[in-house]
Structure formats: C-alpha cells, structure tokens
C-alpha cells in the first residue's frame, strides 16, 4: 500500500476520534451539564449536536423524564396516638439540571435527600388527623398537600416531586389486636343501638296495630247489635202483625208448641182444673166453662 494512503486513513482516524472527543449528542429524553475540570460551565436543556473541549471538559447527563422512588417502610404516629407504617412512593424528575448537580450530584443522592423530605412531610401531614382519616377517603386530599410540601421544599436541589402516594398503611402487629377489639366492640355498640331502635318501633307499629284491631272489632259488635237489635225488632214485628190477625188461632198454636215441647211419651201432668193450660186438654165440652177439680192429664 502506498504509503500516502497510510497517511490519509490517519489523518482521517485523528479527525473522527477527534471529533468525538469534542461533540457529544444529547437525547431527546435526556439534559447535561458540562463540567470543565470538576466546576460546571454550562447547562443544555434541548436535544442535539453540542461540542465541547477535549480532555478538559466533561459532560454528565441526567434523565428529564419522570422518576420513581421507592422508599422503604416507616412508622408514624397519628393524632389519636396510633402507629401506622407506612410504604409510600414519590414520583418526581429534575427540572434544573446545574442546581441538582450542585446540591446532590447524582440520582443517588437525589432519593436520600427525598427520602428524608417525603419522610418528614407524612410524619407531619399524617400526625395531625385520625387513623380514620388516613384511611379514609381523605388520604387523597393529604397526600395532595404533602406533595405540594415536599415539592416546595425540594426545590432548592432542582427537583420537582409531582406525586407522593401510599402504597400500603398498616398497623404494627402489637397494635392490630386492640384496633380490631375497638372496632368489634364499636360494632356490637351501633348493633345494640339499632335493635334497640327496632325493638322501640316495632313496639309502636304493633300498639297501632292492636289500637287499631280494637277500633275494628268495637266498630264490628256496634254494627253486629244494631243488625240484631233491627232483626229482632223484625221479628216482634212480624210475630206481633200475625198474632193481630188472629189472636185466637195464634193461641192454639203457642198452647200446642206447649204441650208437644212439655209434654212427652210416659209424661205425667198434674194441673189445676183451673189452669188455662189445661182447658185444651178436657175435650170440646170443657172449653167453654173450667171444670169443678183437678184432673190428670192423658198419656
């Protein structure tokens, strides 16, 4: 090979690892911070092609994308002095590049200092409300405010935390037993309050019942001796209206339901010869005078 081509491909070779050695490409995803002997000098925020000083400067990149950490389980205490522990996240990212660099230096550093200021806003978040609370429905609204805290304070290292949540809040075992106990014993208290509620309004559905049974059964019998005292009434009527037509039959005829009511098969009679019960008694004769004494009535 001649040797000028030798010469060529050096010179070529010196530019390429020269040209990488002064450029350097930033990611769409990514932001950098040159640092010229230890100090930073400039920080790039937008993708692209940038060139920098070979062998004195340097370039450290950082992720701009959202971040998570994980932080590990810790106890707190509530206001109604009782200890949860708490497993919680952080979602955050870095919005200041040259700041963070300066304060924390790497992601690393960045989760301890999150650690403790995450940390510290939910032991002081959490330790002014209830267990109920925390538990509740207003976990949400205390987690928004110690987002707002931690973010506000993590500012001064170029860090923006956008959401803090709790993965799990669980009592200690020593402390599992006696909440359940409360809340058993609670329970039977709002129980016995409710039957006793129920006791009290059954007792009152079953007196209107009953008042109003009574008030049925008053107004029944009312009706039921109207209607017999207006039958009976009929029925005089109706007997008094016969015996007005013929006074004399009706009394043969009451005299001989007497007799057949009175009188029975082997029946023995002493009357009077005076007793108008026994006049029908004497034959035809007789019916017109009573007899002088006393008889036996026929078997």
């Known amino acids: 090979m001649d040797r000028r081509w030798i010469y060529v491909f050096g010179a070529i070779a010196i530019v390429i690892a020269v040209w990488n050695l002064a450029t350097f490409t930033v990611p769409q995803w990514m932001q950098a911070v040159v640092v010229q002997l230890g100090d930073p000098v400039r920080t790039v925020r937008e993708p692209g092609l940038y060139f920098k000083i070979p062998f004195i400067q340097n370039v450290i990149f950082f992720d701009r994308r959202l971040l998570e950490y994980d932080a590990s389980q810790k106890e707190l205490l509530t206001r109604d002095k009782q200890q949860l522990v708490v497993d919680n996240y952080t979602r955050w990212r870095i919005v200041d590049p040259l700041q963070f660099f300066l304060a924390v230096r790497s992601e690393v550093g960045a989760q301890s200092r999150l650690d403790d200021i995450v940390y510290s806003n939910l032991r002081e978040t959490l330790g002014k409300h209830t267990l109920r609370d ?57 129980a016995k309050k409710f039957r006793a509620e129920g006791d009290e309004e059954a007792r009152k559905i079953r007196s209107l019942a009953d008042k ?61 010869p005076h007793s108008e019960f026994f006049r029908l008694l004497q034959g035809p004769t007789a019916r017109g005078s009573a007899p002088a004494a006393g008889g036996v009535a026929p078997r």
């Open 134 to 190: 925390v538990v509740s429905d207003r976990r949400t609204e205390l987690l928004a405010e110690v987002t707002e805290q931690s973010s506000r304070a993590a500012r001064e290292f170029g860090i923006e935390i956008v959401d803090v949540r709790i993965k799990r809040a669980d009592l200690p075992e020593k402390n599992e037993l006696n909440v359940f106990n409360r809340m058993r014993t609670e329970r039977e208290r709002l």
């Open 212 to 272: 109003e049974v009574q008030i049925l059964l008053a107004d029944a019998r009312q009706q039921s001796e109207i209607q017999r005292g207006e039958g009976d009434a009929r029925a005089v009527k109706i007997f008094a209206d016969a015996y007005g037509r013929d006074p004399e039959f009706y009394g043969l005829v009451r005299t001989l339901e007497a007799y057949r009511n009175t009188i029975g098969q082997g029946t023995t009679v002493v009357l009077s």
